[in-house]
Nanobody, 120 residues
Framework: QVQLVESGGELVQPGGSLRLSCVASGFDFERYTMYWYRQTPGKERDLVASINRDGDRTNYADSVKGRFTISRDNTKNTVYLQMNNLKPEDTGVYYC?????????????WGEGTPVTVSS
């Protein structure tokens, strides 16, 4: 079964850095583009970054360009998000997912996410 386990989030002061990890299992990880999303209370998940299957093409939301870096290690079935110069507006629960929807009981599957709070 597809499983996505995010980790690395915590409380950090503005200007600080964090490195998030997402360990994937249950599918051929290297065949899929992977994404990081961010969700705040009362809002939909917003796409933060993407990385193609080979790891040589990335895209970022305008709000994080120049500060965040997405990467992947296909030997470890893991996608990372390096976050530098964090701002309060980066606060949210961060999720990873793949380019296709995994449906379970009629809803898209998501991991538990990892919360990031940027506050002084």
């Amino acid at each position: 079964q597809v499983q996505l386990v995010e980790s690395g989030g915590e409380l950090v002061q503005p200007g600080g850095s964090l490195r998030l990890s997402c360990v994937a299992s249950g599918f051929d990880f290297e065949r899929y583009t992977m994404y990081w999303y961010r969700q705040t209370p009362g809002k939909e998940r917003d796409l933060v970054a993407s990385i193609n299957r080979d790891g040589d093409r990335t895209n970022y939301a305008d709000s994080v360009k120049g500060r965040f870096t997405i990467s992947r290690d296909n030997t470890k079935n893991t996608v990372y998000l390096q976050m530098n110069n964090l701002k309060p507006e980066d606060t949210g629960v961060y999720y990873c997912n793949l380019e296709i929807r995994i449906i379970r009981d009629g809803v898209q599957y998501w991991g538990e996410g990892t919360p990031v709070t940027v506050s002084s």
